[in-house]
Nanobody
Framework: QVQLVESGGGLVQPGGSLRLSCTTSGIVFSIYSMGWYRQAPGEQRELVASITDGGTTNYAHSVKGRFTVSRENAKNTVHLQMNSLKPEDTAVYYC??????????WGQGTQVTVSS
């Protein structure tokens, strides 16, 4: 059974930082591309950042320079370091695991709220 479990969300003031983690089980983590998506109320889910099995990263324009995605293959875990957070970063953040040609797996999501 495949599981993706996100952690690290919470309430933070504007300008603050959070580090999200997603620990997986049931997949060969090292061959999967991993992504972080977010969905704000009334909005569509959007890609925030991704990292391929080879370590190539990609970021949404809105987070470039503030967020960093990384992976620890030995721990089957992907991280999202979020700095200089803004109120518009408020959303539920979801972890995604994708292997080419197959349906992706999703985590249950973790809430990030940026507010003073």
């Amino acid at each position: 059974q495949v599981q993706l479990v996100e952690s690290g969300g919470g309430l933070v003031q504007p300008g603050g930082s959070l580090r999200l983690s997603c620990t997986t089980s049931g997949i060969v983590f090292s061959i999967y591309s991993m992504g972080w998506y977010r969905q704000a109320p009334g909005e569509q889910r959007e890609l925030v950042a991704s990292i391929t099995d080879g370590g190539t990263t990609n970021y949404a324009h809105s987070v470039k320079g503030r967020f960093t995605v990384s992976r620890e293959n030995a721990k089957n875990t992907v991280h999202l370091q979020m700095n200089s957070l803004k109120p518009e970063d408020t959303a539920v953040y979801y972890c995604n695991a994708h292997y080419k040609g197959t349906a992706p797996f999703w985590g249950q999501g973790t809430q990030v709220t940026v507010s003073s």
